[in-house]
């Protein structure tokens, strides 16, 4: 029995997902928003959001070498991690405080130019 089916395509060909130049943009201007004010921007504070993410990690380790009292060591901990918070919420608001300065800089810039 001969069979004069036409030669299948490769493995490449069936498997090649079709360009769609739209969907692709929309991605890009997906991804470009969640990086200008997703989780990229507020999560990332340079060096000084590392030491205070690391003091809040080692905080309760070190607490606990230092404090033997089970008591002193909770409380101790609790006001830590308020502190640590604190810290990383006042970093937060200096990083936006320059985002609007800037913003507000480069809008002023566009208005005088016209």
């Known amino acids: 029995m001969a069979h004069n089916a036409a030669p299948r395509p ?3 060909e069936r498997t090649e997902m079709p360009e769609a130049p739209a969907a692709h943009q ?14 990229h921007d507020h999560a990332s504070f340079g060096i000084s959001g590392h030491f205070v ?3 809040a990690m080692l905080f309760p380790v070190l607490a606990a070498e230092l404090i033997t009292d ?27 405080a320059q ?16």
């Open 53 to 55: 993410h690391m003091g």
């Open 10 to 12: 490769s493995w490449v």
């Open 26 to 39: 929309e991605y890009e201007d997906i991804e470009r928003h969640a990086r200008s004010h997703g989780y």
């Open 70 to 96: 089970a008591e002193k060591y909770k409380k101790t901990v609790r006001i830590g991690s308020v502190l640590t918070t604190v810290l990383y919420e006042g970093l937060y608001t200096f990083r936006e």
């Open 99 to 114: 985002r609007r300065h800037k913003m507000e800089a480069e809008r002023d810039a566009c208005c005088h130019e016209k």
